[in-house]
């Protein structure tokens, strides 16, 4: 015979989950007590719940399979949230286990007492309360099945007396089904497609995480077409190594050739994304969408043909049905203007730059301190990162030099808080991903400003000896709000933070770390961080006005930015 928390640990660990993340506490005292009985789950007790959350979307993101994380009464349960929204806007199936008052104080207004399965309505697709021992093992089927699914978050909520209660004898295991198979959009709509894009339409591909399972079809499609391909940043990992027809990202983290790429297409094939920023995806132009969601399809701008299905299933069923075309002036043109704008950001990382006679005079303007560029941090660290490392950023600044100046190999993963955009996801998901396998290289890209967040889990990875490599962009600034209030004509307001020593702070908790300040120590320094397998911070100081141009820049944006400057020349005097 077996308690009820027994049974959920014993069922996930058969399932394949190795962790568990969270904080210890009254409610959830039989689960954690069960965990520390089951050989194949490792507890992971972080200092804030936010963290266990995003390590579990991490984890989720990664495998694909389901990640838990737990939250006790009340304010545990909610201060998972933040990173179960991540989960939720990113399809990672995770289940959270929630405390809750005992069953005789439910409804009393108790102390802690929270009404969870209200609370997390929004975030979940499965939220429900375990009142007695007989609900089990259904509502845990119930509950992984839902998350597994629907890739979303699941919520189960065990009152305080009744995680420990036994389950009836002869009391069938937990069974959880598999998703459902993947097929192909209907042959009708696959046809109307094809003779949309016709035989000479110039045509260019926008292609997302969805399409992961299918670059072999994604790229035979742009070969077919002679067709440069954008890419989303979830789609960097799958699609940006041995690809001759990428030319990066659009939008505000991405560059010249891609944006005109879109804009000088006939066609556009969005493949596998639900890329929100309706101002980078042009009008005018015949849209088709292929997406295994079809509440994704024409949400983000109006499409022509919408193709509901897997991409491979669907894609290996059009390809037969396109003409083939040799590459013509719109293929040409997308990658001589990506590989110049490359070669542009790459002088920028150079060390030397601003010795330059060019580099004088820009450095004048945008690095009078001569400070370490943010660009030649990212280039050091993939000149010296390994090729299956993985990486992940926190939102904002950090992300922009990821995105444009790492480039992802066959074997490197990438994740962050893409769709939710929360500060402060860097750390957490680096611990859960570094949990799943401890000799493989993990490399967070933080912000200062989300570091500090939660700042008190770096010694969660000395704790349990997660030997990540923690970069620290230290700008001493919320860059992505500075910059958006500059291009605006805003002069920068609350977007300074007076950071203490980060590599003091860091070394105070257990970590090994270094300061840099000088670029010519920089590559030193971060060949030394990344060799290292122990948790290592590497704070550093970078320049706060590094200037990150988007793909397109409106009159008004670089008349505002230069106002701004102007303002906060005035202020500063």
Known sequence: MSTV????????????????????????????????????VEWIGVRHEEVAAFAASAQ???????????????????????????????????????GQVPLPEVGTDFFQEVDNNRLFSDVAVFAETVTSAEQMPHLLEQAVNAALGARGVAVL??????????????????????????????????QAAADAIGADAKVTLLVGCGARGARAEVLRLAETLAAPMVLTLKAKEGFEHDNPYA?????????????????????????????????????????????????????RTAVAHGLVGDAGATLRALLPMLTSREPGRHLQKAQERYEEWMQAQRKLADPDHDESLLGRLRSKADNPDELIRPEAVAMAVDRHAGPDTIFTSDTGMSTVWLAR??????????????????????????????ALDRSRQVVAFCG????????????????????????????????????????????????????????????????TTRRVTDPQDLDEAVAQALSSRVPYLLDVVTNPDEVAVPGRTKPSQAWGFAIAKAKEHIVSR
Not at 86 to 96: E, F, I, M
Not at 476 to 499: A, Y
């Open 405 to 434: 100046l790492v480039p992802m190999s066959d074997n490197r993963r990438l994740i962050g808080s893409f769709n939710l955009g929360s500060m402060a996801d860097a750390m957490p998901m680096a611990l859960g991903a570094q």
């Open 448 to 511: 200062d400003g989300g570091l500090m967040m939660l700042l008190g889990d770096l010694r969660t990875a000395v704790t349990y000896d997660l030997p990540v490599t923690f970069v620290v962009f230290n700008n001493g600034r919320l860059g992505m709000v500075k910059l958006e209030q500059e291009q605006g004509g805003l002069p920068e307001f609350g977007t300074v933070l007076d950071n203490p020593d980060l590599a003091a702070v860091g070394a105070a908790l257990g970590l």
């Open 5 to 40: 928390a027994e049974l959920i640990v014993e069922a996930l660990a058969n399932h394949g989950v190795t962790s568990i993340w969270g904080v210890v506490g009254d409610a959830l005292n039989p689960v954690t007590d069960a965990i520390r009985r089951e050989d194949r």
């Open 247 to 299: 030319v990066g990202q659009t939008g505000l983290i991405g560059n010249p050739a891609a944006t005109s790429a879109m804009d000088d297409a006939d066609v556009l094939v969005l493949v596998g994304t639900d890329f929100p920023y309706r101002d980078w995806i042009p009008t005018g132009k015949t849209v088709i969408q292929l997406d295994s969601r079809a509440e994704h399809v024409g949400r």
């Open 60 to 98: 989720a993101q990664l495998t694909g399979d389901l990640a838990v994380c737990m939250g006790t009464v009340g304010p545990g349960s909610i201060h998972l949230l933040n990173g179960l929204y991540d989960a939720k806007k990113s399809h990672a199936p995770v289940l959270a286990i929630c």
């Open 157 to 190: 909520t065990l009152p305080g007396d009744v995680g420990g209660l036994d389950v009836a004898k002869g009391a069938l295991p937990p069974r959880f089904v598999p998703p459902a198979h993947p097929a192909a959009a209907s042959p009708e709509a696959i």
